[in-house]
């Protein structure tokens, strides 16, 4: 398995410290407000890293870090007029739920930054005892960036290179201008804790290093985030971790790239600013996970409703194809769908069954070779999306003469596949779907009278308004009902249609 390792620009191996463990870190969010979608894309991408490092058979160790304690949550607060804790809980849980919509597991481990004061305060102590370090007059304590030598070994920036003022703040108290806070000194009216140094709270820089050392230990395996982290925050991180324990933070950096909406830099300003929970409330969580995975974690992603309306297709075809596997099975000797034609005299059914089997085997390698590929989610994706091909034509080729085994690990491995990438193919509950449309739907499956194609209509009218108001849940039980009653619903460029089973059967079915 290669991973691409931000410190030395290549792919490398994955050996990890320990046979057969993975020690991850992924830094969380400063909680004064909903995570935007691109915080979404860098925590959905370590999930699916994290989820296929599992189906790999490694045992895996994941920490994420909530940043109470910030300047922009005592903005907020004094803003609202509550305190910092008050806002640091309440978006703690707004993240906490969000992720859970989201399909995204918890972390084995989540330090609060307000509750390991203490282990930050030693490493501190200890980068001042090693010279690393320094207390200024007036309460702050800085890292000295020039008495490491090595600083700029993450991103490769040259401090001589940059002008003071521009990328760092200038302050009177610094040694240095590139020198950057450990701990600062209270102000009035913020939360502080004591220290040997004053009344305080930590710098931002400080806390995921002290909770890894605590936690997971150092080196760890793999260290992620956004690629807007690499500098100054991860570089500050592993000279804290260097110069404190003279060992890296982490063997391998790995960083996401950045996501642009409609080829443009996301920004409130532009107004195509959106938060994680404004696309989740109009879009499910699986379109949304599919379009981001359709595109590798390093590079810029682009966002798009129209992008994500696409998706939504997608996932009813990989819904249906699986539908149709698991009916042929049950139903060999049927047909599972509406082929185009009977199947010829020429074909040859054994030749058929092994030309699939091997599909569904040459499926599984190429998506463990895309994915041991520094995590390929695109190109594992379209492994699938061939296998679907394969399906759909053994389907039809077969003409509900299929291999019930065959057509069983086919859907198998669809969803197994899928499962990795954390994408779940859920049946619907047919529970809400209105008694009347049922009934029809029923009365059309059986009838053999004029008014026929009024009942398909009916049918079908209702399952394209579910869509169009995003009805998800409601369209996809239409569909799935239709589907028990031996009725296909295929989308076409002139519109949807249904066919009946026994429309091919010679029973007087009808299309409607």
Request: aromatic residues 8%.
């Amino acid at each position: 398995m290669l991973i691409y390792n931000t410190q030395t620009h290549k792919k490398e191996p994955l050996q990890p410290t320990e046979p057969g463990k993975i020690r991850m870190y992924v830094c969380g969010p400063t909680v004064y407000d909903q995570i935007h979608i691109g915080n979404a894309r860098t925590f959905l991408s370590f999930d699916v890293i994290r989820r296929y490092l599992t189906y790999r058979g490694f045992a895996v160790t994941v920490a994420q870090n909530l940043t109470d304690v910030d300047d922009k949550i005592i903005n907020r607060a004094n803003e609202e007029g509550r305190s910092s804790a008050e806002v640091a809980e309440e978006f703690s849980n707004a993240f906490i739920d969000i992720m859970h919509r989201f399909g995204i597991a918890d972390p084995d481990i989540r330090p609060r930054a307000t509750q390991e004061i203490q282990a930050m305060q030693d490493m501190i102590s200890l980068l001042i005892d090693r010279g690393f370090a320094y207390p200024a007059d007036n309460g702050d304590v800085y890292f000295s960036v020039r008495s490491d030598s090595a600083y700029g070994i993450l991103s490769g920036r040259d401090l001589d290179r940059l002008r003071a003022g521009e990328r760092v703040e200038v302050n009177d108290q610094k040694r240095d201008p590139f020198d950057f806070a450990l701990w600062k000194a209270a102000k009035p009216g913020e939360p502080a804790w004591p220290s040997p140094w004053g009344e305080g709270r930590p710098g931002w820089h400080t806390e995921c290093c002290a909770m890894i050392h605590r936690y997971l230990g150092t080196p760890i395996d793999i260290h992620g985030g956004g690629q807007d982290l690499v500098f100054p925050h991860h570089e500050n991180e592993t000279a804290q971790a260097m110069c404190a324990w003279d060992a890296p933070l982490a063997h391998t950096w790995m960083h996401t790239g950045m996501l642009r909406v409609n080829g443009e830099k996301m920004s409130k300003s532009l107004g195509n600013f959106y938060t994680l929970k404004e696309v989740l409330d109009k879009y499910p969580t699986n379109a949304v996970r599919l379009l981001m995975l359709q595109t590798h974690y390093r590079a810029p992603l682009d966002f798009s409703f129209d992008r994500l309306d696409g998706t939504l297709g997608t996932i009813e075809r990989l819904e249906s194809c699986v539908h149709n596997l698991l009916w042929a099975a049950e139903n060999t000797g049927e047909l599972a769908i509406a082929p185009a034609a009977a199947p010829s005299a020429e074909t040859d059914a054994d030749d058929v069954d092994v030309e699939f089997k091997a599909a569904i085997a040459a499926a599984r390698n190429e998506f463990v070779a895309q994915m041991d590929d520094d995590f390929n989610t695109a190109g594992g994706l379209a492994a699938l999306f061939t296998l679907v091909s394969s399906a759909n034509t053994y389907l039809d080729k077969h003409a509900g003469q299929v291999v019930p085994e065959l057509a069983r690990d086919a859907a198998q491995t669809i969803t197994e596949l899928l499962g990795v990438l954390g994408i779940e193919l859920q049946s619907q509950d047919k529970s809400d779907l209105p008694a009347e449309l049922l009934d029809l739907a029923k009365q059309y499956a059986s009838y053999d009278g004029n008014d026929i194609a009024e009942a398909a209509k009916f049918v079908l009218d209702a399952r394209t308004s579910a869509r169009a108001k995003k009805n998800w849940s409601l369209a996809d039980a239409i569909r799935d009902a239709l589907a028990e009653l031996g009725l296909i619903v295929e989308d076409t460029a002139a519109g949807p249609r249904l066919t009946h089973k026994s429309a091919v059967k010679g029973k007087g079915g009808a299309r409607g």
